[in-house]
C-alpha cells in the first residue's frame, strides 16, 4: 500500500494506494496518529486507486473517525471504486462516513 498527502483547503487529503488489509492497516493507523499529531484534524482519504479493503482497513478507519470526532475532526471517503464502495455498503460504514464522488466534492462539502 501506498500513500500520499496534500493539503487542500483546511483539508489534509491522503491518497492509498494498493490494498488495505490485516497487513498495511497499521501502516495506515501509524500515519494517521502521526498526521493528527502534528493537529490536522480535516481529513480527505482519497481511494480512488484503492483496490481492495479487508475488515483490518475498515476498523482502521472506523478508528480514525472515532479519533477525529473526539478532537472536534471531520473525516470524508472520497472516489471509491465500486468493489471498495459495496465493502463500505454491505457492511453499513457508507451511512456512517461521509462519502464523496470525488476529491473536490469532499473538500468542498
Same mark, same amino acid.
Given at each position: &500500500? ?5 493539503? $487542500?483547503? *483546511?483539508?489534509? +487529503?491522503?491518497?492509498?494506494? @494498493?490494498? &488495505? ?5 497499521? $501502516?495506515? *493507523?501509524?500515519? +494517521?496518529?502521526?498526521?493528527? @499529531? ?18 483490518a482497513g475498515l476498523r ?33 460504514f457508507s451511512s456512517i ?13
Amino acid at each position: &500500500m501506498e500513500m500520499t498527502n496534500r493539503k $487542500e483547503g *483546511e483539508a489534509l +487529503v491522503m491518497s492509498v494506494k @494498493g490494498r &488495505m488489509d490485516a497487513v498495511t492497516a497499521p $501502516e495506515f *493507523e501509524k500515519a +494517521v496518529q502521526g498526521l493528527m @499529531g502534528e493537529g490536522e484534524i480535516s481529513f480527505v482519504i482519497d481511494l480512488a486507486d484503492l483496490d481492495y479493503i479487508s475488515s483490518a482497513g475498515l476498523r482502521s478507519i472506523l478508528a480514525l473517525a472515532k479519533k477525529l470526532k473526539t478532537a472536534d475532526g471531520s473525516l470524508r471517503l472520497a472516489a471509491l471504486q465500486d468493489t471498495v464502495k459495496e465493502v463500505f455498503d454491505i457492511s453499513g460504514f457508507s451511512s456512517i462516513i461521509p462519502i464523496s464522488d470525488s476529491v473536490e466534492a469532499a473538500c468542498s462539502s
